[in-house]
């Protein structure tokens, strides 16, 4: 099962930055907290991920809190190509360790 | 990055036939794994395609209908047999990189069962 809780759907407007939640209480100490995302009739593209520090890339932001609870993944200015399905997954991140889909954010980028 | 390849991407397929799907990755990878993605679903993973060893599949996926090859680091198959409409899905692999870090995925098989 799935080891993440995220809301089924969000809306932000073009432009301003979009903020995606995640709960992760049961995470262990050597798990990840990766995000990706899924356009429309594509494969899952990878986002970012991060243990316990904050991170940043080209493509996005992710705050994880100091008890690893919960996460948010930020798009600093969303545009519509943004719209998508965002997945939460937590992992160890090892050679090992496959991805268990949850059910994800459908984002809603607004004009 | 690792850059995954899928054939078909799509296919329309009778009753009771049976479908392969390639997957081919464009470096050597340690993990391969095979999803399902049912029409407006999240993806349930199928199983992992072990180099030199039988797959290791997940509850409620059996070999004798998806079985998987894994001949070398680079290359995997995936076959849907002796489909159903039931099957109608898309169907995607993923693979790891040098380190299995982080896991890439193909642009996925849609199958459609008449």
């Known amino acids: 099962d799935a080891k993440t809780t995220q809301p089924p759907s969000m809306d932000c407007a073009e432009g301003r930055a979009a903020n995606l939640p995640c709960n992760h209480s049961?995470?262990?100490?050597?798990?990840?907290v990766y995000w990706y995302r899924q356009i429309h009739s594509q494969g899952p593209q990878y986002i970012i991920h991060?243990?316990?520090n904050n991170e940043t890339n080209e493509m996005a932001s992710l705050i994880i809190t100091e008890d690893r609870k919960s996460s948010t993944l930020i798009l600093p200015h969303a545009t519509l190509r943004d719209t998508a399905v965002y997945y939460c997954?937590?992992?160890?991140?090892?050679?090992?360790?496959?991805?268990?889909f949850g059910k994800g954010t459908r984002l809603h980028i607004l004009p | 990055s690792a850059v995954i390849s899928q054939k078909p991407s799509r296919d329309i397929c009778q009753r009771g036939t049976s479908l392969t799907i390639q997957c081919q990755v464009d470096?050597?990878?340690?993990?391969m794994f095979w999803y399902r993605q049912q029409p407006g679903q999240s993806l349930t993973l199928i199983a992992t395609?072990?180099?030199?060893?039988?797959?290791?599949?997940e509850s409620g996926f059996v070999i004798d209908k998806f079985p998987i090859s894994r001949p070398n680091l680079t290359f995997s198959t995936l076959t849907v047999s002796n489909m159903s409409p039931e099957d109608s899905s898309i169907y995607l692999c993923?693979?790891?990189?040098?380190?299995?870090?982080?896991?890439?995925f193909g642009s996925g098989t849609q199958l459609s069962v008449l």
């Open positions: 395609a072990n180099q030199g060893s039988e797959a290791t599949y």
């Open positions: 470096s050597q990878v340690t993990m």
């Open positions: 049961t995470i262990s100490g050597n798990e990840y």
């Open positions: 991060g243990l316990k």
């Open positions: 993923s693979a790891g990189g040098a380190t299995n870090e982080k896991l890439f």
């Open positions: 997954i937590v992992r160890v991140g090892n050679r090992d360790d496959k991805i268990i």
